[in-house]
């Protein structure tokens, strides 16, 4: 098996494959707008979700400026009053048991600083086990308290007759996160969100393109000519990489112009990151697809292997840390795993991958073995 | 050459509880154009597969082209060319483009695969289509072009599994003249068909049966092997005619043949007036009763007749 020979037959494989994606127009529709569709449907299903947030509230100080607060939280567009709880056992149990996202403790006095003109103290606890809506509760929170704030101090400066900026601010909230101390923002959503997608998606472009090959009878073609399998994995995961690459730029387009969340570090970084965890994806899909009996079987597998234990076990919804100890070798394993912090990081923290090599490898290593895996599956053979 | 250029030797292929090829006997020399013939079903397309390695045989020797391909498949499969039942090239690549794919799949100095292409597009009438993309081919183009690139390698062996099957005259007769110039190139053919049409452009036949081969010669040793004497009958209603004629004496085979039957005699067999009489005398109207020279497709029958006897 000379070198150059070893590369032609690898690249006929990939010319077939890159020509026959553009143009089919269902390759095409899953390439360009399967991503884009996912990205906006998983963005705005949270989004509308966090409409309507229940709260509780204890309230120490029963005063006039306390039952304004909540009146004036009951009726933002973003919260509905949940009731009145007199103990932190309750509030304990209504958080727990999913009642209420958050809930509020405005502390004995509120009243008294307001009037005073000094700063009135309420205390906000938050469900850190669902951290994407506790960041956003938090968001609205601040805003609608904020606006509210500005009002009494303008009211309390007009009766005093004094520059309203020379009053201190007469509400100061203090969140508390429960279950999840590092609360994580709104904007761990999107970086999320496309780690998700195009595990998904990876494995999705790759699990039809052997079964249907099988199906089209055009395998028998490749599989009668003396090409090696690895030759063949090799020449059909080329033009996926490039199309996953490709997908995952329209990802942080989409999330960036969409949901104005981009990047904040070292964007060709992410992408190389990218195509690196993106090979463990496309691995499996080429496997799935060596294996399947028809094209519909394969679909659905490469979706359920990639999607579930990627939504349930990466730290996507629940974080890592606090899973049982199984689980959480099991998710080392997993390739989202490491590539959800990578991503995060250059998302929100602004890194490059400098800090993240063991990340890094360890994608790099899932990545080989699952190409191993792909070309020790496939049988050139038609049984 | 000694070596015959595709021999097997008990070739035995299963699938679960059916034998699809049972102790199969094969040999073919360099240059002839064997025909693999037999109905449905008989083990023909996994004989073939075999024969290529896409299948592992169960047990039994495979050599192509002197290479063994149980041992190294790759190598046989350099020396193979095969044109598979279902259709093999890529729908959405262009004719050209498929024949790239395959000139590289097999490494093929694209010089020299410039010339044969355009050698073997001006004998298929393609040459204007090559842009063309395979799914929109019809029937009989899309086996000619297919036959292009089971050929673009210059094989020693062809392999045809069914190749004229759903397509029009004029293809079936190009793809024929492309496969009657292969032995002058040295290159070995075996067709593998069930039509008896299609056998008998063979020189040399392998009738296939249950996985086994039943008898083998040139068309016409079989026919003269199988058939003894031929008689044609114009007669109406054909069906009455036909139970008639099968429970007479000396009669090996009847096949009605739109308001014709084909009746195969034994040697001592009734004669053309002794049917035709038999006939009248159940009230059945003859129009004509001739002797005709006996063709392969009699044999086959005349063949498959006396297996079911046996």
Not at chain 2, 125 to 134: N, P
Not at chain 2, 270 to 285: K, M, Q, T, V, Y
């Amino acid at each position: 098996m000379s070198r150059p020979d070893t590369l032609r037959r690898t690249l006929a494989v990939a010319r077939a494959e890159w020509i026959h994606n553009w143009r089919d127009p269902r390759s095409l529709a899953i390439i360009i707008a399967l991503p884009i569709m996912l990205l906006l449907l998983y963005g705005y299903a949270i989004n509308f979700e966090l409409r309507e947030l229940t709260f509780a509230v204890q309230d120490w100080d029963r005063s006039e400026q306390s039952a304004d607060l909540i009146d004036t939280l009951a009726r933002s567009d973003y919260f509905t009053f949940h009731s009145l709880v007199e103990t932190g056992e309750q509030i304990e149990r209504l958080i727990e048991g999913g009642e209420v996202r958050f809930a509020i403790v405005i502390m004995p006095g509120f009243g008294e600083q307001i009037a005073a003109g000094k700063t009135g103290r309420v205390q906000v606890l938050l469900d850190g086990a669902d951290s994407t809506t506790a960041g956003i509760a938090q968001g609205y929170l601040e805003g609608v308290m904020r606006a509210h704030s500005a009002r009494l101090m303008k009211r309390w400066a007009k009766s005093r007759g004094i520059p309203a900026s020379a009053a201190q601010p007469p509400i100061q909230p203090e969140p508390r996160v429960l279950y999840n101390p590092e609360l994580k923002t709104a904007s761990f959503i999107v970086p999320g969100l496309i780690a998700v997608i195009m595990t998904m998606l990876a494995a999705l472009l790759t699990s039809g393109c052997i079964v249907r090959e099988r199906e089209a009878g055009s395998f028998e073609g490749l599989a009668s000519s003396p090409i090696a399998p690895v030759e063949i994995i090799i020449g059909k995961l080329l033009p996926y990489a490039g199309i996953a690459v490709f997908d995952v730029m329209l990802c942080i387009a989409t999330g960036g112009l969409i949901f104005h969340i981009w990047p904040s570090g070292d964007r060709a970084a992410l992408l190389v990151v990218s195509l690196v965890y993106l090979i463990a994806s496309l691995s499996i899909g080429l496997t799935i697809s060596s294996v399947a009996r028809s094209h519909q079987v394969a679909t659905l597998i490469a979706f359920l292997t990639t999607m579930l234990p990627t939504m349930l076990l990466t730290g996507f919804v629940f974080p890592v840390r606090s899973m049982p100890k199984l689980l959480q070798y099991i998710s080392q394993m997993i390739p989202a795993t490491h590539f959800l912090v990578v991503i995060r990081a250059i998302y929100l923290k602004g890194t490059g991958v400098g800090p993240y090599i063991r990340e890094v490898t360890a994608l790099a290593l899932i990545s080989l073995v699952f190409v191993v895996v792909a070309a020790k599956a496939f049988r050139k053979s038609l049984e | 050459m000694a070596e015959a250029s595709v021999r097997t030797k008990g070739l035995c292929k299963r699938f679960g509880e059916i034998v699809a090829v049972d102790g199969l006997d094969l040999r073919v020399e360099a240059g002839e154009i064997f025909g693999l013939v037999g109905s449905d079903g008989a083990g023909k397309t996994t004989t073939l597969r075999l024969l290529t390695g896409l299948m592992a045989p169960d047990s039994g020797e495979i050599m192509v082209a002197g290479v063994d391909v149980r041992a190294y498949p790759e190598d046989a499969r350099r020396r193979l060319g095969y044109l598979p039942q279902t259709f093999a090239l890529h729908g959405d690549l262009s004719i050209a483009e498929n024949i790239r794919y395959f000139a590289d799949l097999f490494c093929q100095d694209l010089g020299e695969v410039a010339e044969r292409r355009d050698e073997l597009l001006d004998a298929t009438g393609l040459a204007e289509f090559t842009e063309r993309r395979a799914q929109d081919l019809s029937g009989g183009m899309k086996q000619k072009a297919a036959l292009i690139c089971a050929l673009i390698h210059r094989p020693t062996v062809l392999l045809l599994d069914e190749p004229t099957r759903g397509v029009d005259p004029v293809s079936r007769r190009d793809l024929w003249q492309i496969v009657y110039e292969l032995p002058a190139e040295g290159v070995t053919v075996i067709v593998a068909t069930p039509d008896a049409d299609e056998a008998e452009r063979c020189s040399r036949i392998g009738v296939i049966a249950g996985g086994a081969i039943v008898d083998a010669g040139t068309p016409e040793e079989l026919v003269a092997r199988h058939t003894a004497r031929l008689i044609e009958v114009a007669t109406e209603p054909t069906r009455q005619a036909r139970r008639l004629v099968h429970d007479m004496p000396g009669v090996r085979a009847v096949s009605a043949l739109g308001g014709h039957l084909r009746v195969s005699l034994e040697d001592d067999g009734p004669s053309a007036d002794e049917i035709s009489s038999a006939l009248a005398d159940e009230g059945l109207r003859v129009e004509g009763v001739r002797e005709v020279e006996p063709r392969l497709e009699d044999a086959l029958l005349a063949l498959e007749v006396e297996r079911d006897a046996a």
